[in-house]
């Protein structure tokens, strides 16, 4: 890339990074003393921009960078992402949102613990969450150091280092001086600016067709060398059985796991009611929605005009397939166009990646915090002490998620994304939704059915091609791995929700039936919510 890309672009970066800091500068001079306060921003936020801050929480670099790239060098197959997340909102909207929001206080953990034993399940519901978040905030990180790798032309690990390091210590400043109220600021902006990106580039591939979408796809088809099965399935899961199943389980994660992610979850308690809840969650979809169809059009805008090979050759996972794109939409290189529409897009997936690893490190430091740390501690946890601990671990989460994202730069951050969704959906949804709705359910239940969907799914990444034994694997020059499939979702999952019945089943604990009707009438109607 020519020196003005990177100087405007890096101008862009800059402007943001004020501006964000500004705000949690601003919100930090604010009470940040109570739990309420650090965890929940106060529950002000209305519907609206509740609903945008869920949307820039949701929308990630894995759905702007990842998604096109891997529609770009995959086509059809690589829709499945786009979709997946799109449809995963109706099960929250449909199952979770608004029950959620009337069961607990902060985390997850709150509402299991509402009619169980407190400690196990905070601990056991404490350490899924923290897990799933770091997974995700890997993705984030990957896709900080390929953006910035491409600014600079690509050279050296240095750069992309330095960049994983930077946005790491950028969250830990956001989180632990701003708390919620910050990260939800941050996030509206973030996603009016996305949006405001993903409209403008899609437009221009829509106008370089004249409105053609046959014509896109056709041109798309023919680029990429497959002809018309690059607008079939098949062509990254259809090779075998194997393939094929991992397509089923990477459905299962995407649709399942939303409604697992503890980021997610958290946005619902920022809101006064379970009623703004849930119009929160239709304000999201509504934005999701759009953005998700947008990401098909830049997907094969991206394999049409720009083409899977040199799509490749940037960045083999695809990762940098919407900023190429952008630069050829504006006129391409040397163009002055090209150089401000690629320093604008680049800017903004920056944007992006920052506002969503400052939203998942302060869920998954209130985890540490709220249930971990208080469960452990509990005659000496006090609110503020909560606080204090909570800003800790949002460093030391800052610090791993730096080295694993160091580690794994070379992955596709969407197929990362897919992995911390399958974890989500294997450990956190099945004692959810048991919680929620089966009344003879019990602690051990609960622990069971938390640590049989968290253990499974980690082992079976560990020795899956994801780690080792492929050329795309963490690390390739070894193979010890004895699961065939990329996504454990297929496995875990089913594991996830058996062993929460079987360890009700075998409990000698009875079901305390008077906890469950008074939290069944809380879930529905909202009395005693906090």
Known sequence: MTGDHQTLALVLFSVFVAVTLGITTWVSRSRQGSAEEFYAGGRLFSPMENGFAIAGDYMSAASFLGISGLIALYGYDGMLYSIGFLVAWLVVLLLVAELVRNCGRFTLADVVAARMSERPVRI??????????????????????????????????????????GVGALMVIYVSLGGMRATTW??????????????????????????????????????????????????????????????????????????????????????????????????????????????????????ALIGPDEVRASNAAGNTAVPLLALDLGGGAGSTGGTVLFAVVAAVAFATILAVVAGITLASSA?????????????????YSEVAVARVAAAVIGAAAIGLGL????????????????????????????????????????VWSVYGGLVPAVLLVLFSPVVSGAPEALFPGVDFHLFPLQNPGVVSVPLGFLAGWIGTVTSAEPPDEARHAETEVRALTGAGAV
Not at 135 to 155: C, D, E, P, W
Not at 367 to 373: P, T
């Open 124 to 165: 056991a519901v404490g350490t899924s969450s923290v897990a799933v978040s770091v997974l995700y905030l890997v993705a984030q990180m990957v896709g900080a150091g390929s953006l910035v790798a491409l600014l600079l032309g690509g050279t050296g690990e240095a750069a992309r280092s330095w960049t994983v390091i």
């Open 186 to 303: 941050i996030q509206i902006v973030k996603a009016v600016l996305l949006m405001a990106g993903t409209v403008a580039l899609t437009v221009l591939v829509l106008l370089r067709f004249h409105g053609d979408v046959n014509g896109l796809l056709s041109t798309a088809a023919e680029r990429s060398g497959h002809g018309p099965g690059f607008l079939a399935p098949g062509l990254r899961y259809g090779g075998d059985w194997t393939a094929r199943l991992d397509f089923i389980s990477l459905g299962i994660a995407l649709v399942l796991g939303t409604a697992g992610l503890p980021h997610i979850l958290s946005r619902f308690y920022t809101v006064p009611t379970a009623r703004a809840a849930r119009h929160s969650v239709v304000w999201s979809i509504g934005l999701i929605g759009s953005f998700y169809l947008m990401t098909i059009v830049l997907g094969f805008g991206a394999a």
């Open 367 to 383: 985890s540490v915090a709220h249930d971990l740390y208080a469960s452990l501690r509990r005659r000496h946890a006090r609110q």
């Open 407 to 446: 580690l794994a730069s070379d992955l596709n951050v969407a197929f990362l994304v897919g992995l911390a969704f399958a974890v989500a959906a294997s450990a956190n949804l099945p004692v959810l939704l048991y919680s929620l709705f089966w009344r003879k359910f019990t602690t051990r239940g609960a």
